[in-house]
């Protein structure tokens, strides 16, 4: 009762609902989609295969629940801004297995979604999607497995078959298994988004059943506002209505004030995308499809040619975002990790570690800590120093270690970038050697390439540059961008 009180049941009876989307219904999407009023959002398919050898991983940085795979890859991440509004979608065709995906993820998502409409061959080669459609045994076994083994909503997402009775009859057992409700793509198995939907079809249904018909399809021709949403539902006869490729166009069909411009949407999207650090193709992804005819424009090229979000940023004018972003979650980062750590070498194992940050406005420009070691190096006539350096799953921050003369060295602290991290562990090398690191005001050291000090126009070799003002803003990014040799 205390459970029910706290936490309503999510309700499926007048609701309009973002559709779950490969490649589309990530983070940012259903964030963006919420905004702009949509009352439910469904992820993308996730394999249970793939679901089930995640663990859940509570991300401080990010403030996000992410479920990480074994290869380190986030397969689903979410937030408390839409845990009681988002249904966790599987691809499935295993009762067990279906159940085990549902319990990890239960308390972080408001329902859980059976995907059996799913025609590509990715879905139905392993007996999932609209594989299941053919099945209506398995259908039954796996979501009554569902309904008895969690505590949220459990509903699927059918397509229509051959026959208007053959349809109605399937939905008709569906119900009785006990879910929550049922989305109904109004298209045949073998039909494609070009082909009209069949709102007799979901009619028929929503007539058969008492529970909640969620109509699907419409984004071809019956749909394309917010105004258009409603007539959709009357001549489907439905609770509710699904959205799939109007809302990945312009997401503001939700909202009853739009459409807004696709400029605004797409930079609204991209606001999340870089908060929550979305995988920079993914980003890109969604982005050309909001383009559309518009992704050979200067615009589109731009985005095709971005390999990150910085990049993508840039594109649209929001490199002072992304830096503030950045800013903010490094901040987190530092508090995460007890950023006030004293720069003392404690030995972890057989590696001497400091909690040391790699700052690029404390080094005058072309000189970096790592060129100072390689040169400390050399004239010790040791072998060149070795970097090993791994990224975290959950911010995808990065750690690196440094082998000089057999000894091993690192930063405790997680850096935001490869380079970062390999430049943190040469200055933990480099301060517990007790050798100069290049800083700013440091003085001559006679270690630093004198090609690097005389290859400059601003002043001779040694100068003092501690009093250049492009020393402290030069962009830290900019900096960093050296190739795989870069010291």
């Not at 411009?261 to 890109?284: C, Q």
């Not at 830096?323 to 901040?331: K, Y």
């Not at 090609?451 to 402290?472: L, Q, S």
Request: charged share 25%.
């Amino acid at each position: 009762l205390m459970k029910l009180l706290y936490s309503p049941r999510l309700s499926f009876s007048n609701v309009t609902a973002l559709a779950p989307m490969v490649r589309v219904g990530t983070l940012p999407m259903r964030l963006l989609a919420l905004d702009y009023g949509a009352d439910v959002v469904y992820c993308e398919e996730l394999i249970d295969l793939k679901m089930v050898q995640c663990q859940r991983v509570v991300n401080d940085v990010l403030q996000t629940v992410d479920f990480v795979a074994p290869d380190d890859r986030v397969m689903f991440r979410t937030c408390e801004r839409e845990k009681d509004r988002v249904v966790f979608q599987m691809g499935t065709a295993d009762p067990d297995r279906a159940l085990a995906v549902a319990r990890l993820v239960e308390k972080d998502v408001a329902a859980v979604d059976v995907n059996m409409g799913c025609p590509k061959e990715y879905s139905t080669k392993g007996g999932m999607g609209a594989a299941l459609l053919s099945d209506p045994e398995k259908i039954e076994a796996i979501l009554k497995k569902l309904v008895t083994g969690v505590s949220i909503p459990v509903t699927c997402k059918i397509r229509i078959l051959p026959s208007l009775q053959e349809t109605v009859s399937l939905v008709q057992r569906i119900e009785k298994t006990g879910v929550a409700a049922v989305a109904v793509h109004g298209r045949f198995k073998e039909e494609r988004p070009r082909h009209p939907v069949h709102c007799d079809y979901i009619q028929a249904v929503a007539r058969a059943v008492s529970i909640p018909v969620i109509a699907n399809g419409g984004s071809l021709d019956l749909v394309k506002t917010n105004a258009d949403v409603a007539e959709f539902r009357a001549a489907c006869g439905a609770s509710s209505v699904m959205l799939a490729r109007a809302a990945m166009w312009n997401a503001s069909v939700f909202s009853s004030r739009g459409p807004l411009p696709v400029e605004t949407v797409m930079e609204d999207y991209l606001r999340y995308a870089i908060r929550y650090d979305n995988n920079a193709f993914n980003t890109k992804y969604c982005l050309c499809q909001m383009l559309r005819d518009k992704v050979e424009s200067v615009l589109g090229k731009q985005v095709q040619a971005s390999q990150t979000n910085a990049e993508i940023s840039e594109a649209y004018g929001l490199q002072a975002f992304y830096q503030q972003t950045q800013d903010e979650l490094q901040a987190r980062r530092d508090a995460s990790q007890g950023g006030g750590q004293p720069e003392r070498p404690v030995m972890d194992g057989d590696v001497t570690t400091m909690a040391v940050r790699f700052e690029r406005r404390e080094y005058p420009p072309q000189i970096t800590p790592k060129m100072f070691l390689l040169e400390w190096s050399r004239k010790e006539k040791l072998e060149q120093p070795q970097y090993d350096t791994v990224q975290r799953s959950q911010d995808r921050s990065f750690q690196s270690t440094v082998t000089v003369a057999g000894r091993k060295y690192r930063s405790s602290l997680w850096e935001k970038s490869k380079k970062f991290a390999e430049q943190a562990s040469a200055i933990v090398c480099l301060r517990t050697l007790g050798v100069p690191e290049g800083r700013i005001g440091e003085g001559e050291s006679g270690l630093v390439c004198k090609r690097k000090r005389e290859g400059r126009a601003d002043g001779p070799a040694g100068a003092d540059r501690r009093k250049r003002p492009h020393v402290a803003s030069v962009p830290e990014e900019t900096q960093s961008n050296g190739g795989p040799g870069a010291v």
